[in-house]
């Protein structure tokens, strides 16, 4: 994939597991820890999702986003939220906190570790998490 096709914003990914973690800490739950593999599939999903037009949790070539976490090296993949069109964390999280299936995996206090990836011509969002 060109470079040019993926444009992220670090700082609005950190900001999302800033607000990820301040959501679990009201529920009770311990915060995740960011993990560098969960990034790159986060950020691998969201690129591609840009670059080939489709908003899915699995590839037209059908692959699963368990599948894409186990690919970039994390052997237990959690869960995955993905969303379009908000550009800033808050947006992002105000429509993911808004959504009862979203809400459950970012309140799962047996998740361990989050990525997020941003593409931000776009504006395409995932969250991967660990168990």
Known sequence: MPAQAFAADTGQQQRVVELVNQARAGAGCEPLTEDERLTNAANGHSSDMAARGYFSHTTPEGA????????????????????????????????????????????????????????????????????
């Open 64 to 131: 699963t986003f368990d599948q894409r976490i186990k690919n970039a090296g994390h052997p237990s993949p959690g869960s995955e939220n993905i969303a379009a069109g908000q550009s800033s964390a808050e947006q992002v999280m105000d429509a993911w906190m808004k959504s009862d299936g979203h809400k459950r995996n970012i309140l799962d206090c047996s998740l361990k570790s989050i990525g997020v990836g941003v593409e931000t011509t776009n504006w395409n969002w995932t969250q991967d998490f660990g168990r």
